[in-house]
Nanobody, 123 residues
């Protein structure tokens, strides 16, 4: 059983930056592909970014490509999401998720989820 705890959310002005972290425990972190999803009020949870177990493969939603960067530190059992040039439409609860096997964008393939961290971008 893997436990995931996100941190780093907050309130930021448009154009600003935030760095989210997700600390994992209870499993072999390096076995898991790790992803970030987000959910805005009244909307479905959507894919943001994913990274393979080794960090060698990443994928991004078109809406964040070039602005967000996902990375991981397997020695620290932590995955990060660096968010730059934030826009009001990035406002959402951001969730970390883990799955065994290769990186995927479908949220239904993920076995473990964190509780989420709120990101609010003001205009």
């Amino acid at each position: 059983q893997v436990q995931l705890v996100e941190s780093g959310g907050g309130l930021v002005q448009a154009g600003g930056s935030l760095r989210l972290s997700c600390a994992a425990s209870g499993g072999t972190f390096s076995r898991y592909s790790m992803a970030w999803f987000r959910q805005a009020p009244g909307k479905e949870r959507e894919f943001v970014a994913v990274i393979s177990w080794s960090g060698g493969s990443t994928r991004y939603a078109d809406s964040v490509k070039g602005r967000f960067t996902i990375s991981r530190d397997n020695a620290k059992n932590t995955v990060y999401l660096q968010m730059n040039s934030l826009k009001p439409e990035d406002t959402a609860v951001y969730y970390c998720a883990a799955k065994t096997g290769g990186p995927r964008v479908d949220r239904f393939e993920y076995d473990y989820w964190g509780q989420g961290t709120q990101v609010t971008v003001s205009s």
